[in-house]
């Protein structure tokens, strides 16, 4: 069974920094891009930062600078780094495992990132 179960989340004032974990189990880790993608009230889905098994990285530009995402093989986790938050950056944030040879990919159920003016 795979489970994508994130944590980190919480509430912090612009300015500040959280970082959140995605620990994956029942997937070959390093057979999957590992993504961060949040949805803020009232807004669709969007892609936050996506990394490879090889370390490639890309960022939404609205993060870019900002956030910094990683993963460890050896843990089967992906973190997301995020720095000099905004109450733009408000949302629940969900872990995404996506294989390279495409097919189904996996969602976590999220985790909630409040961000105080």
């Known amino acids: 069974q795979v489970q994508l179960v994130e944590s980190g989340g919480g509430l912090v004032q612009a300015g500040g920094s959280l970082r959140l974990s995605c620990a994956a189990s029942g997937i070959i880790f390093r057979g999957y891009i590992m993504g961060w993608y949040r949805q803020a009230p009232g807004k669709q889905r969007e892609l936050v930062a996506r990394?490879?098994?090889?370390?490639?990285?890309n960022y939404a530009d609205s993060v870019k600078g900002r956030f910094t995402i990683s993963r460890d093989n050896a843990e089967n986790t992906v973190y997301l780094q995020m720095n000099s938050l905004k109450p733009e950056d408000t949302a629940v944030y969900y872990c995404?495992?996506?294989?390279?040879?495409?097919?189904?990919?996996?969602w976590g159920k999220g985790t909630l990132v409040t961000v105080s003016s």
């Open positions: 995404n495992a996506d294989h390279v040879l495409g097919g189904r990919d996996y």
């Open positions: 990394i490879t098994n090889g370390g490639r990285t």
